[in-house]
Nanobody, 115 residues
Framework: VQLVESGGGLVQPGGSLRLLCAAS????????MSWYRQAPGKEREFVAR????????NYADSVKGRFTISRDNAKNTVYLQMNTLKPEDTAVYYC?????????WGQGTQVTVSS
């Protein structure tokens, strides 16, 4: 299993970013995918999840209404559209999949929200 995140960067408060996670090594369309994040000095926290069929999603309360998770099963890619970003969204963002009873993580992509 390989998960490669991209799309992070520095953005001003109120701005937007779209993160991507390219997946390989498993049958992507069969598995739910999630995004987590970890801010400096804090524990890793759940951000969003999308089921395998791409229909049902769920979000952390802190990002609901601002972030949107989606997936393209033809491209083996999951996305996280982040709008109205706040300084407290600053973190390393990871995508993850639970495959064969093991949680697999990418290397993460840094998102910094600052003026």
């Amino acid at each position: 299993v390989q998960l490669v995140e991209s799309g992070g960067g520095l953005v001003q408060p109120g701005g937007s970013l779209r993160l991507l996670c390219a997946a390989s090594g498993f049958t992507f369309s069969n598995y739910a995918m999630s995004w987590y994040r970890q801010a400096p000095g804090k524990e890793r926290e759940f951000v969003a999840r999308i089921i395998s069929a791409g229909g049902r999603t769920n979000y952390a309360d802190s990002v609901k209404g601002r972030f949107t998770i989606s997936r393209d099963n033809a491209k083996n890619t999951v996305y996280l559209q982040m709008n109205t970003l706040k300084p407290e969204d600053t973190a390393v963002y990871y995508c993850t999949v639970r495959w064969r009873q093991t949680e697999h993580w990418g290397q993460g992509t840094q998102v910094t929200v600052s003026s």
